[in-house]
């Protein structure tokens, strides 16, 4: 397969599409490009994808049944759709070992239905018309991650321009650089305190490179905590996960959704 990134053309590409595979909730936005103004003038408004409904985020989940059903977010978790042979994933923010992988696979059935739903959200985002930047974790440092990332990404058919940091994101949808430099003297930094992930940016103006880092210390280690010291200690439980494993992830999720209702 080409993994060869799409290159951004003025005379195809009228819009921008953004996604954050989250490790508990994935989001995506879009905007017009305007290719003829420079970044301190661009006017064009962001808009956030209803994912599920009228809301922005769908869990990250993904559930594929023995006979090859695919279902996202809440919908993995239906009654109908666990069964004994079923392929379920939450959680995305693992760092990808190779390809093909049973793992990986699952991330990348997961990127293929997220980026149908924005497309079928969407009608202005037609074949070609657009192009595709996904954020990715600011630990994922080594080039060897970011391309198999990459490569994951355009297994799943997505038109993909690029990867960005996640905290690099946020540092430049806050403020624009010629403008940042005109309010701080020497530099700036972003956390971004995620789910699974405690991610930086550092902005330097002497330096054209930001620096980018993260930590695999977030929340996701309270969830697991939830899961092992509440629930795997009961023995009705436990017994119960025995004799159905394929409700594991289900209860993982269960347990994020307490843990977000208060984190």
């Not at 009228?54 to 996202?72: E, F, H, M, Q």
Request: charged share 30%.
């Amino acid at each position: 397969m080409d993994y060869l990134l799409v290159k951004p053309d003025k005379n195809r590409h009228r819009y921008v599409v953004g996604i954050d595979f989250g490790h508990g909730e994935t989001s995506a936005a879009w905007c017009e490009l305007e290719w003829d103004k420079s970044a301190g003038k661009r006017e064009s408004i962001h808009h956030d994808v209803e994912l599920i409904g009228n809301l922005k985020v769908i869990p990250s989940a993904i559930n594929i049944t023995p006979d090859g059903r695919c279902y996202i977010g809440e919908d993995a978790f239906h009654s109908d759709c666990i069964m004994d042979g079923a392929k379920m994933r939450v959680g995305f923010k693992q760092c990808p070992k190779e390809i093909e992988g049973e793992s990986e696979q699952l991330m990348i059935e997961y990127m293929r239905s997220i980026y149908a739903r924005i497309i079928e959200k969407v009608d202005k985002l037609q074949k070609g018309n657009h192009i595709v930047y996904i954020a990715r974790p600011s630990g994922w440092t080594d080039d060897e991650t970011k391309d198999l990332y990459r490569r994951m990404a355009l297994e799943a058919g997505i038109p993909l321009g690029g990867l960005t940091s996640e905290s690099r994101a946020a540092i430049f949808y806050a403020i624009n650089r010629d403008e940042f430099k005109k309010n701080v003297l020497q530099g700036g930094i972003v956390f971004d305190l995620g789910s699974s992930t405690l991610d930086f940016t550092y902005l330097n103006f002497d330096d054209p490179d930001p620096i980018d880092h993260g930590y695999p210390c977030g929340a996701s280690i309270i969830e697991q905590a939830i899961f092992e010291q509440l629930l795997l200690k009961d023995n009705v439980f436990s017994d119960f996960l025995k004799k159905y494993p394929m409700y594991k992830d289900a209860f993982l999720f269960e347990c994020r959704k307490k843990k977000e209702a208060i984190y």
